[in-house]
């Protein structure tokens, strides 16, 4: 069983940056792939990023260049640097991890999940 905690949201101006963290516990992560989903309310969840064990990463188009996903295997973490920010990524932030080393863009086929971690962007 794997346990993440996600961490860094809160409010920031239009420009501004953040930077989310998701620490795992009860496996290591070294073999997983992870990412990062949003859901705004009244919309369905989607993928922001992923990064496979190999630290191969995907970005949705509407962050790419500005959100960069990473991760510390020897903290059992994955990162996402936020910057840029726009009001429309104003979302809940979730953590995922899929027992593979692969990854996918759909919610469907990650199995953890944390808790989510509010980002407001104002204008």
């Known amino acids: 069983q794997v346990h993440l905690v996600e961490s860094g949201g809160g409010l920031v101006m239009a420009g501004g940056s953040l930077r989310l963290s998701c620490a795992a516990s009860g496996r290591t992560l070294t073999h997983y792939g992870m990412g990062w989903f949003r859901q705004a309310p009244g919309k369905e969840r989607e993928c922001v990023a992923t990064?496979?064990?190999?630290?191969?990463?995907y970005y949705a188009d509407s962050v790419k260049g500005r959100f960069t996903i990473s991760r510390d295997n020897a903290k059992n973490a994955v990162y996402l640097q936020m910057n840029s920010l726009k009001p429309e990524d104003t979302a809940v932030y979730y953590c995922?991890?899929?027992?593979?080393?692969?990854?996918?863009?759909?919610?469907?086929?990650?199995?953890?999940w944390g808790q989510g971690t509010q980002v407001t962007v104002s204008s």
């Open positions: 995922a991890a899929r027992t593979s080393r692969w990854t996918s863009s759909r919610h469907e086929d990650y199995h953890y």
């Open positions: 990064i496979s064990a190999s630290t191969t990463t």
